[in-house]
């Protein structure tokens, strides 16, 4: 493996890493790696991702040859995530081939461009000599003769759906008519790649999500929110402007309700935070090019209160179960919806009131692989029906709809997400789980 040694990555990193959720952490700018850093890290993940990853899957699905084409500014989903941390894009286009020799020998990894991609990929194609990009594949296919050549298109995910009509249709031109036929429609390779986390990534994450745990109690804080003034949207808004601020990417603009008493639904926008509100937020960050997915609960206190109301808190301790039941009913080899259903016969067996929509994540914070239910679907749906694999992350997301006898015996809908990792047999979050409210006392 070519690059950063794992123990520069580790030292890098180690600060983050060996901290304990519960010990004190170092100031948030403190725990925000350079973007220098990360690239040398990225880098470092990317060849081992390529060297471990897409052998195994190629094989695994009897492929010889993967092909991904994309334009500048239109790159395949898998490609964006193959690209080495300077060169960001496909340069006006760029092609990568993956050839499985056989024979124990490596994977070839070779792209019809100009560029090397930081050394990962061999340059193959010299314009001088062959003008036409297209005609230079069709050499580098036919010298090597691959049975089964797979190109991401997919009616079932958009994670490989990547190669566009025009490219498609550019590739099958430039093909002898004999090896036209062994091009197939293929998706499992992309989701594979994309879904799989290699050990480095599972020992980053955590300190990833900490970080994204340590912003959200900030903004659930006195320092942030003042009740009478500060509204939803102040607060999502500081969220959105705190990750600028660090230099950090979010891949969804921050979410802010409040829960009131007597109020039918969840109230946002311009809303004024008061005394005695349940609030919530949706919130995710990207550092290392892995996403975080989380939702918490924050308790604004009358005067006089040192704790919400113990109906509050029941219904958080019923979003607790409910998470139980999920992580409980993980299984290898399991469909999405397979899994749906047990943790769907867990909780309502438990007498809880759950609506179960948890998915995978890292590269994309809505991620490739198995859906475990929609907010607005709890029935098996076609997206449900990928099988779960080991060393994939998860943004473990429901809801447990409890009463809450303080608030007049109003029906609350108390939302959690936290982010965990299935390492095959058992699931573990990756820096634990909200189970008690963040308090602002104004």
Known sequence: MGGVKPAIVLGLIAALLLATPTAAQPPIEAQVLSLREQARIRDDWLARRLDTIVPALMREQGVDMWLLIAREYLEDPVMSTMLNATSLRARRRTILVFHDPAGGRPVERLTVSRYGLGGLFAPSWDPSAQPDQFARLAELIAERDPTRIAVNVSPGTAFGDGLTHSQYEALMAALPEATRARVVSHDALAIGWLETRIPEEIEAYPAIVRLAHAIIAEGFSDRVVTPGQTTANDLAWWYRERINALGLDTWFHPNVAIFRRGAAAPLDGDTVIERGDMLWCDFGIVMLGLNTDTQQLAYVLREGESEAPAGLRAGLAAANRVQDAVTA???????????????????????LRPTIHSHPIGFHGHGAGASIGFWDNQEPDPRGEHRLRANTAWSIELSARHIVPEWGGQEVDFRLEEDAFFDGTSVRYLDGRQTGFHLISG
């Not at 009913?329 to 047990?342: D, V, Y």
């Open 329 to 351: 009913s993980f299984r290898t080899g399991l469909s999405g919806n397979e899994i749906l259903a047990a943790a769907r016969a867990r909780a309502l067996a438990a007498g």
